[in-house]
């Protein structure tokens, strides 16, 4: 495989719907053998690969399994079914405030989040004036996070993530939160990976911001593929799937 390829053998992801409504510390203790629960596969059978050097989207209605697969791709969710194969490191930007620890500073954040994703101490300080600049939140850089708003959560987030110079970046959402400025950034970030032939992987509800990005897409309904290929005639097709009678 190439560097920045993945490979999406046949995942499935299924979660436990339990049906009693009692939810007791007694009966969660007892939950392993008596409670009545069904299975909710949130993803099956998804089977596609993400070339090397792309912006790749992946599109759907909400419930569709876009979020599931992608904490998959991430490693916050291992897949029941399948294997995930990427080549490369991988650095995840997924949830507003993921691995950040209230109590400490955007600062210490900074180093807490980059040593996570693999930074050394030395990597993060060298880094260090560059993820504060992309944040832009120098002005509250020393302020414990639990006073941040979700969006200087994004950026912080989102500027550490883009630093540890990973060579695939997984994103949900990104752009739906922040300014006009920061967008602008984001996706500005997105074509100098793109440049360097680094592979970008994100999810997002908005078509236009899609079209802009991608070169790849892949459709997913009701936890399974679609389809998947070039960036207009996929989001045509799912675009008019919501829409049939017109």
Same mark, same amino acid.
């Given at each position: 495989?190439? #560097? ?12 436990? #719907? ?112 560059? *993820? ?8 509250? *850089?020393?302020?414990?996070? @639990? ?8 950026? #912080? ?62 459709? #997913? @309904? ?25």
């Amino acid at each position: 495989m190439t #560097l920045g390829q993945v490979a999406i053998e046949g995942v499935g992801k299924k979660f436990r #719907l339990y049906k009693e409504r009692n939810q007791s510390l007694k009966s969660a203790m007892l939950r392993g053998r008596m409670s009545v629960h069904d299975d909710f596969w949130a993803i099956r059978d998804v089977s596609f690969e993400v070339p090397a050097g792309s912006t790749f989207g992946l599109i759907g209605s909400n419930g569709s399994g876009k979020s599931t697969l992608l904490k998959c791709l991430a490693r916050i969710l291992t897949p029941d079914e399948g294997r995930i194969k990427p080549e490369g490191k991988v650095a995840a930007l997924l949830e507003v405030g993921s691995g950040f620890h209230q109590e400490l500073t955007g600062r210490e954040n900074i180093f807490l989040n980059g040593s996570i994703l693999g930074m050394s101490q030395k990597q993060i300080k060298g880094k260090l004036d560059e *993820i504060i600049d992309f944040s832009g939140v120098e002005a509250f *850089i020393d302020q414990p996070v @639990k006073n941040y708003s979700s969006g200087m959560y994004v950026r #912080l987030g989102f500027a550490v993530a883009i630093n540890v110079d990973p060579d695939i970046l997984v994103v949900d959402e990104v752009l739906a939160v922040g300014d006009a400025e920061f967008q602008e950034k984001c996706a500005d970030k997105f074509a100098e990976f793109h440049d360097k032939g680094k592979t970008v992987i994100l999810v997002s509800h908005s078509m236009g911001a899609v079209r802009e990005m991608c070169d790849h897409v892949a459709w #997913l @309904k009701d936890g399974a593929l679609v389809t998947t290929g070039a960036t207009e005639p996929v989001i045509e097709a799912y675009l008019a799937s919501l829409h049939p009678n017109e």
